[in-house]
């Protein structure tokens, strides 16, 4: 009690929660189990009440209820699907109270005290709770307390909602396993003849401190109302979306790029308020004749500079078509990322301090016109093979990883090996290539490259190479390889 009003609390228990979430989809008339892989074993995830009353439980291998009921309708189960359903019964929940949290998995948690006069009363609630959940295809157990564990208690395992003044005598009815104890407690309890909350209540605390812990006897004193536990509910994620209605309609771009300035404006302060970054922008510009046009915007990292952002949506703002007018405009960061707030400070930052700025810019806007994803750099990668010592990976998702670091020079031009006349192990004195004629002026090498072995590549299947450095007479410098194994001569790159 506090403020001179009763504390009440609501827990929502969702037994099947994640077949029922399927079931609302695909409805199915017969047993049906989701099943979950856990420790190298097939297992029963969860069920609906025709499987369970064809004697099928959670935890069951899979082929033995199929053996048992062979009938069984069966789907892979999906933890994160799951979970983000329950995240919409709660946001859902909000239309009781403000207060309302997760119990566990399956399960919510509403803080009540105060709002159920504005559903006329408690049953009344309820009643309306359990009526639209039913309707929604789900199967939910209620139980309402003067705390948060007699709450949880009454969903579990009293089957009913209990009214104030009923509660302690209600909880002393229920077995220990209703105070939210491990499962080896529960079951030593029991074995010590403590079986109901009544019983436990009326036991000693000194003994039962000593051989079962604090956790005991503070789940019962919350239970009962004597130790405070708190109901903390889920902060909810910002809304990165601003809006602008418009007196009159307007059609020239200049007109719609000024009402696009004040909305990044707005939204970029939002964004720097969570410490956060755009990545994609959506431009929704109505018209009066109620069509909308959408202008999307993907950029190369995270932002949030509105003086960056502003130019990029000059072509597509310039491609829509306005009609009669536009009256409401609406910008959405729909993909967020996290950005640190950056120190500022005289220094300047290593490497030229606006560098990377600078390429960002330039990529987005030459993203906006091909696509980001057409725009692509090289990277190093971890392999002495030619072939494979660099990746091509999109600019917009991947960094610059500094210098290329190798033994020995490359090429900055590589190609497939194509071949060469010549004999020995030393680079020919003269040879023709590409229907040129060159002599050898310089040659530097050999550098021995081994194929990997554990990777299948054709073109190294010939075993070693042994490439040279070669500088021709006629000015072009070449990248050669031998093939000692079966003697023969390539040419796979050219210098600069």
């Known amino acids: 009690m506090f403020d001179g009003i009763t504390r009440r609390v609501v827990s929502m228990w969702f037994p099947r929660l994640a077949s029922d979430r399927v079931l609302r989809l695909r409805p199915v008339d017969a047993p049906f189990a989701l099943t979950l892989r856990q420790n190298n074993t097939e297992r ?30 069966s789907a892979p189960a999906a933890p994160p699907r799951d979970a983000r359903f329950l995240a919409m019964l709660r946001r859902w929940a909000t239309r009781y109270c403000p207060w309302v949290g997760f119990e566990g998995e399956d399960g919510l948690v509403l803080d009540i005290t105060g709002s159920a006069h504005l559903f006329g009363d408690e049953a009344a609630m309820l009643t309306d709770m359990h009526a639209r959940l039913s ?6 157990r209620l139980g309402l307390g003067a705390t948060r564990g007699a709450a949880w208690a009454f969903a579990r395992f009293g089957g009913a909602a209990f009214r104030a003044g009923g509660d302690r005598d209600a909880l002393g009815r229920l077995p220990v396993a209703a ?16 079986r109901t909350i009544a019983d436990l209540a009326a036991t000693p605390r000194a003994p039962l401190a000593r051989r079962f812990g604090p956790a005991v006897l503070m789940r019962l004193d919350q239970a009962l109302g004597a130790r405070a536990e708190q109901i903390a509910p889920e902060a909810e994620a910002p ?7 418009l007196p009159e309609p307007i059609g020239l771009v200049d007109d719609v790029m000024a009402g696009t300035a004040r909305l990044i404006d707005r939204l970029c302060a939002r964004l720097k308020d969570n410490a956060a970054g755009a990545r994609v922008l959506c431009l929704t510009l109505r018209r009066v004749d109620q069509a909308s046009q959408q202008v999307e915007l993907r950029l190369a990292s995270a932002l949030r500079d509105p003086a960056r952002i502003l130019p990029l949506f000059e072509r597509g703002v310039g491609a829509v078509e306005a009609g009669f007018g536009i009256d409401q405009m609406r910008l959405e960061a729909t993909v967020v990322e996290p950005l640190a707030v950056e120190q500022l400070g005289s220094i300047p930052r290593r490497g030229g301090g606006g ?3 600078r390429i960002e810019d330039l990529i987005n ?3 906006t016109r091909i696509g980001l994803e057409n725009i692509r750099r090289f990277l190093p990668a971890d392999s002495h093979i030619p072939e494979r010592s660099f990746l091509v990976a999109p600019a917009a998702w991947s960094r610059s990883e500094g210098a290329w670091v190798a033994l020995r020079p490359r090429p900055p031009i590589l190609f497939r090996p194509e071949p060469i006349a010549g004999t ?21 090498g050999p550098e021995r490259i081994a194929p990997e072995w ?5 073109g190294w299947r010939t075993g070693v190479r042994d490439y040279w450095h070669v500088e021709t007479r006629q000015g072009r410098r070449l990248w050669l390889f031998h093939t000692p194994q079966n003697p023969g001569w390539f040419v796979q790159g050219e210098f600069a």
């Open 44 to 73: 029963l995830y969860c069920l609906n009440d025709r499987a369970e009353a064809a004697g099928l439980h959670r935890g069951m291998p899979f082929a033995d209820a199929r053996a048992f009921c062979p009938d069984l309708h």
């Open 135 to 140: 309707r929604a295809g789900l199967t939910v």
């Open 239 to 245: 809304h990165y979306g601003v809006r602008l209605t």
């Open 424 to 444: 020995g192990p030393r680079p020919p004195g003269q040879f023709r290539w590409r229907r040129m004629g060159f002599d050898t002026a310089r040659a530097t």
């Open 355 to 357: 560098g990377g700025d």
């Open 179 to 194: 105070l939210r104890l491990e499962a080896d407690t529960v079951t030593a309890l029991e074995r010590l003849g403590l």
């Open 454 to 458: 554990w990777l299948e590549d054709d």
């Open 365 to 367: 806007r030459i993203g």
